[in-house]
């Protein structure tokens, strides 16, 4: 996946086949975070501020549940199959406006974030020794590809 | 780290080395002291880095 042209209002990346699959599978992965997942405060709001805790993952889940829509339209329109292409054709293409780049950096987060909370936020050492069990090991794949992704989407807004 | 230094530049309008500072002191320490505000506008940038999948929280002042 790379950066192929750079327009005023969007970015063209270029993608193989097999990283245009794999991105469709783990945005289909959306959301991951669990709406519970994050306080707002570790020891506790004030009198009087008890509820903003609830109203809090509430919002979280309606903003989840608004991007999961999007998501699903991103990948049925721009990571679309082509079926036009020739089975010689490896490479495909896709345009992100330059507005979204930060939508899709929080989509490929949430499902990055959200897939370590899963596997019970193990450390960098744990992490090593996961990965030396195959049942565990699509999570740490998706993972990978989502910070990979991350990775070019930045270098590709020049951050 | 980047995503980290990106996020802090959004939500808080920094500099990229203000926003690098912050980043490092997180990966070193696993935590930073963004900032010192009024209730609600913490709330917001809490609310803000939640969002972008960032570990946030907000306590009272001393």
Same mark, same amino acid.
């Given at each position: ?12 990346? !270029? ?5 245009? %699959? #794999?991105? %469709? ?25 008890? $509820? !903003? ?17 999007? #998501? ?8 679309? $199959? $082509? ?13 992100? !406006? ?8 929080? #989509? ?19 992490? %090593?020794?996961?990965? %030396?069990?195959?049942? #565990? ?17 930045? $270098?590709?807004?020049?951050? | ?36 505000? @009024? ?16 570990? @946030? ?6």
């Amino acid at each position: 996946m790379k950066l192929v042209e750079r327009r005023k209002t969007a970015l063209v990346f !270029e993608l193989r086949e097999w990283e245009r %699959r #794999v991105l %469709r599978t783990v945005l289909g992965l959306y959301p991951q975070i669990p709406p519970d997942n994050f306080m707002i405060s570790k020891s506790g709001l004030p009198a009087g501020k008890a $509820d !903003e805790q609830k109203l809090h993952h509430e919002l979280f889940a309606e903003t989840q549940g608004g991007n999961r829509k999007l #998501v699903q339209q991103f990948i049925r329109e721009a990571l679309a $199959d $082509d079926t036009s292409a020739s089975p010689h054709q490896p490479l495909s293409r896709f345009t992100l !406006e330059r507005a979204r780049v930060d939508w899709l950096l929080q #989509v490929l987060n949430d499902v990055r974030v959200g897939s370590w909370v899963k596997l019970g936020r193990p450390d960098e050492a744990t992490l %090593r020794k996961l990965a %030396r069990q195959p049942d #565990v090991l699509p999570q740490l794949e998706v993972m990978e590809f989502c910070a990979y992704a991350q990775m070019v989407l930045l $270098d590709a807004v020049g951050s | 780290m980047d995503y980290v230094t990106h996020v802090l530049q959004k939500v808080f309008g920094w500099s990229r080395e203000k926003a690098e500072k912050h980043m490092l002191e997180i990966h070193t320490k696993g935590k930073s002291l963004l900032t010192r505000e @009024a209730f609600e506008q913490a709330e917001h940038h809490v609310h803000q880095l939640q969002q972008f999948g960032l570990h @946030a929280t907000m306590e009272r002042g001393e």
